[in-house]
T-cell receptor, first 109, second 115 residues
Framework: DAKTTQPPSMDCAEGRAANLPCNHS???????VYWYRQIHSQGPQYIIH???NNETNEMASLIITEDRKSSTLILPHATLRDTAVYYC??????????FGTGTSLTVIP | ETGVTQTPRHLVMGMTNKKSLKCEQH?????MYWYKQSAKKPLELMFV???????ENNSVPSRFSPECPNSSHLFLHLHTLQPEDSALYLC??????????????FGPGTRLTVL
C-alpha cells in the first residue's frame, strides 16, 4: 500500500531549482525516506535518502520536516537530463520499495 | 553504471517459447529482486532472494520461474507467457533484506514483448 502522496506532474525551467514535495503523514519512527528517479524505460536510479536530518549529496538535497510527515527533494539547478519520474518511498524493515506513480518532472528549456 | 547488468536488453517471444532473463550484480550484495513494470503502471515486486534463498513471491504465476544459483546471479525463466506479460522486467540488488536502510540498485531492465 502506498505510504506517500506526490503530485502527478510538475514543470521546472532549466537552470532553476526543482522542488518536489512528498507527503508521508503515517511514517513511523524507524522508516527511512528514499528518493529514486526513472528516466523513460530505464531502471530506477537512487538519488538520496534520509531518516530525520536534512541530507545533501552531489545530485540533490532532501529536506524532511521536523514532524517527518513530509519532505521535499530539491534539484538545485535542473537540466534537461533531469526530466524523469521521481519516486518518494518510505521504507522500514520490509523487503519492498513501493514506488507508487511518482511525480513526472519536465524540465523546460 | 549501477553495477547491475541485465541481458538481453530487448526480447520478443511467442507464447509457446521458453526464454530466460539474466541479471548479474558486481556489488557484493546478498539480496536480489525481480520487478515487473507494465506500461504506465508502478513497479511491482515479483520475487526476492536473500543469500540465495527465496524469501518472497508476490503471487506470481508459475509461468515465471526464478533461479538464484549464487548471490551474484539471478535468472527469470519464462514459458508459455501471455501478451499481457509484455513489460519492462527490472532486476535489483541490495546488501541484504534486513534493516531500515537498504538501498536497492537497479539494472537497466529487459523490455519483453510477447506476441
Amino acid at each position: 500500500d502506498a505510504k506517500t502522496t506526490q503530485p502527478p506532474s510538475m514543470d521546472c525551467a532549466e537552470g532553476r531549482a526543482a522542488n518536489l514535495p512528498c507527503n508521508h503523514s503515517t511514517i513511523s519512527g524507524n522508516e527511512y525516506v528514499y528518493w529514486y528517479r526513472q528516466i523513460h524505460s530505464q531502471g530506477p536510479q537512487y538519488i538520496i535518502h534520509g531518516l530525520k536530518n536534512n541530507e545533501t549529496n552531489e545530485m540533490a538535497s532532501l529536506i524532511i520536516t521536523e514532524d517527518r510527515k513530509s519532505s521535499t527533494l530539491i534539484l538545485p539547478h535542473a537540466t534537461l537530463r533531469d526530466t524523469a519520474v521521481y519516486y518518494c518511498i518510505v521504507k522500514g524493515t520490509g523487503n519492498q520499495f513501493y514506488f507508487g506513480t511518482g511525480t513526472s518532472l519536465t524540465v523546460i528549456p | 553504471e549501477t553495477g547491475v547488468t541485465q541481458t538481453p536488453r530487448h526480447l520478443v517471444m511467442g507464447m509457446t517459447n521458453k526464454k530466460s532473463l539474466k541479471c548479474e550484480q558486481h556489488l557484493g550484495h546478498n539480496a536480489m529482486y525481480w520487478y515487473k513494470q507494465s506500461a504506465k503502471k508502478p513497479l511491482e515486486l515479483m520475487f526476492v532472494y536473500n543469500f540465495k534463498e527465496q524469501t518472497e513471491n508476490n503471487s506470481v504465476p508459475s509461468r515465471f520461474s526464478p533461479e538464484c544459483p549464487n548471490s551474484s546471479h539471478l535468472f527469470l525463466h519464462l514459458h508459455t507467457l501471455q501478451p499481457e506479460d509484455s513489460a519492462l522486467y527490472l532486476c535489483a540488488s541490495s546488501p541484504d533484506t534486513s534493516g531500515g536502510y537498504n538501498e536497492q540498485f537497479f539494472g537497466p531492465g529487459t523490455r519483453l514483448t510477447v506476441l
